[in-house]
């Protein structure tokens, strides 16, 4: 049996052609253009799809930024890196386009299930995933299964306040974890605090950490002190066996991984993601396949 997976991320669209065991057998990538609204974002998860579909494909599955009602398939709620995006019923626009069975997610759960078949999150059962790049994502799984809420909204971590009446965050609340940890808080602190040298985005910070830049090896480590007071506040609400650290972030952990272990004294077990950027499209197949085998 093949399917689709789709990643829909502000940036970029990624597709894949993947079979029952997990096996990617094509991929494709497609640019979101996003800025250009709703109808844009829809024409090319289109061209990504098209690229991948043939007879064979059984079903397509979706993880896509943004509050996803997982019963209907409804965008119930983004932000403005996709303008338009809420109230977008993706389920139904592409079941009525390719005529087999669609099951769309988050992307940060995508990503969580796609751990547990094919990367870190094998053998493991309760899970929190912290997936940190733009912005900073979650996901919750309990007993093998993800807690997506009543709202939808359970493992919005991002949005944890981690110090009141601290920076303003888009979400409208002061203090969110994302303002700190997040790739873009990284790169806005440094270019804050320099006020001579404007920072392109998080790597330049950590690879200058790594020439002994004392800024930004202070910057890496108040990185380092708010994840880790996030993980820590967690894992005494949750106390899951393993915490899940992904997203854009990871591709630098040579700078911060040991510190953040040294940190957190081995008060909670943390591993880095497996499958990198694949993780939601790896994790939506497997969505899909399983939706197909109980609908046989």
């Known amino acids: ?12 669209i990624l597709g894949g052609l993947i079979d029952e065991r997990g096996n ?24 990504a799809i098209d690229k991948l579909i043939d007879k064979d494909v059984k079903g397509i599955g979706i993880g896509s930024a943004g509050r996803i009602n997982f019963k209907e398939g409804i965008v119930e709620y983004a932000t403005d890196n996709l303008p338009g995006w ?7 626009l592409l079941e009525d386009r390719y005529k087999i069975p669609v099951i769309a997610d988050n992307d940060v759960n995508a990503a969580v299930i796609g751990e ?19 912005g900073v994502g979650g996901a919750i ?25 601290g920076r303003q965050c888009n979400c409208g609340q002061r203090g969110c974890l994302e303002q700190y940890v997040s790739g873009t808080a990284i790169a806005r602190t440094y270019s804050e605090v320099s006020k001579e040298k404007k920072i392109a985005g998080a790597e330049e910070v950590f690879l200058l950490a790594e020439k002994g830049d004392k800024m930004a090896l202070e910057i ?25 650290i992904g997203g854009g972030v990871i591709g630098a952990k040579r700078v911060w991984w040991d510190k953040l272990k040294k940190t957190l004294e081995n008060r909670a077990s943390i591993t880095p993601a497996q499958l990198e950027n ?8 497997k ?10």
């Open 278 to 285: 694949k993780a939601t499209m790896v994790g939506a197949a």
């Open 141 to 165: 799984v309990y007993n093998g299964e993800v807690i997506r809420g009543r709202n939808w909204s359970a493992g919005e971590i991002g949005h944890m306040i981690l110090y009141p009446k």
């Open 86 to 92: 809420t109230g977008c019923n993706l389920k139904q």
């Open 1 to 12: 049996m093949k399917v689709i997976g789709v990643d829909i991320g502000g940036t970029k």
């Open 287 to 296: 969505l899909i396949v399983d939706y197909l085998g109980k609908n046989d």
């Open 24 to 47: 990617l057998l094509e991929e494709t990538l497609v640019y979101t253009k996003a800025h250009l609204g709703r109808e844009k974002i829809l024409e090319n998860l289109f061209i």
């Open 220 to 244: 890496v480590n108040d990185f380092v002190n708010s994840l880790s007071i996030a993980i820590l506040s967690l894992k005494n609400l949750l106390d899951p066996e393993i915490f899940i």
């Open 116 to 134: 547990m078949w094919q990367g870190a999150g094998r053998g493991y059962k309760d899970i929190v995933m912290i997936a940190i790049g733009t």
